[in-house]
């Protein structure tokens, strides 16, 4: 069993920052990709930044200079920072990872979500 918990995410007004975190836990060997998606209202889930063990962050067009993907591998933890918030923020936020367990199998994980609004 892995498990994915958020915390972080609330209220912001236009411009504002916040901060994510997600951290795995359970029967982890390794865990080299993790990400963040996010949903909003009426639309699909949506990659915002993965990041890869070792790699270079990737982030999608309409957050880039924005948000900071980091990750820390002894606490299995991946980072959001977000700034300079907008409106077309909004959404849930979901963490994912890709774990391969102690029983050498891969699979792809995600959080709970948790949600982000910002107000304008």
């Known amino acids: 069993q892995v498990q994915l918990v958020e915390s972080g995410g609330g209220l912001v007004q236009t411009g504002g920052s916040l901060s994510l975190s997600c951290v795995a836990s359970?029967?982890?060997?390794?865990?080299?990709?993790m990400g963040w998606y996010r949903q909003a209202p009426g639309k699909q889930r949506e990659l915002v930044a993965i990041?890869?063990?070792?790699?270079?962050?990737n982030y999608a067009d309409s957050v880039k200079g924005r948000f900071t993907i980091s990750r820390d591998n002894a606490k299995n933890t991946v980072y959001l920072q977000m700034n300079s918030l907008k409106p077309e923020d909004t959404a849930v936020y979901y963490c994912?990872?890709?774990?391969?367990?102690?029983?050498?199998?891969?699979?792809?994980?995600w959080g709970q979500g948790t949600q982000v609004t910002v107000s304008s």
């Open positions: 990041i890869i063990s070792g790699g270079r962050p």
């Open positions: 994912n990872a890709q774990v391969v367990t102690i029983m050498r199998l891969t699979n792809n994980y």
């Open positions: 359970g029967d982890i060997l390794s865990n080299d990709i």
